[in-house]
């Protein structure tokens, strides 16, 4: 069983900057990819990205298109903490965020937070 506890969501104008984290509990952190996933109001929940259990000392990334460039994804298993840290966001950013724990190779996301909220202002 994994528990996972977003924060750092928030109010900020576009072009601003946000780093959102997500605290897990429980001794399996490591053994799981971590995703992050929006969903604005009235609209389904989609991926922004993923990062994959640490192997050989290295993990890999993806990013949705939207994101790309702007978004970085990181893991510290040692803080069994999930990061987002967001740059040059946009009005079409703002949404619920929301970090999950699963199976990268077979998108199955298996525990997922409460979700932050976070609002860019043009």
């Known amino acids: 069983q994994v528990q996972l506890v977003e924060s750092g969501g928030g109010l900020v104008q576009a072009g601003g900057s946000l780093r959102l984290s997500c605290g897990a509990s429980g001794r399996t952190f490591s053994s799981y990819a971590m995703g992050w996933f929006r969903q604005a109001p009235g609209k389904e929940r989609d991926f922004v990205a993923a990062i994959s259990r640490i192997s050989y000392s290295a993990s890999t990334t993806n990013y949705a298109d939207s994101v790309k460039g702007r978004f970085t994804i990181s893991r510290d298993n040692t803080k069994n903490t999930v990061y987002l840290q967001m740059n040059s966001l946009k009005p079409e950013d703002t949404a619920v965020y929301y970090c999950?724990?699963?199976?990268?190779?077979?998108?199955?996301?298996?525990?997922w937070g409460q979700g932050t909220q976070v609002t860019v202002s043009s």
């Open positions: 999950a724990a699963g199976v990268l190779s077979t998108n199955n996301w298996v525990y």
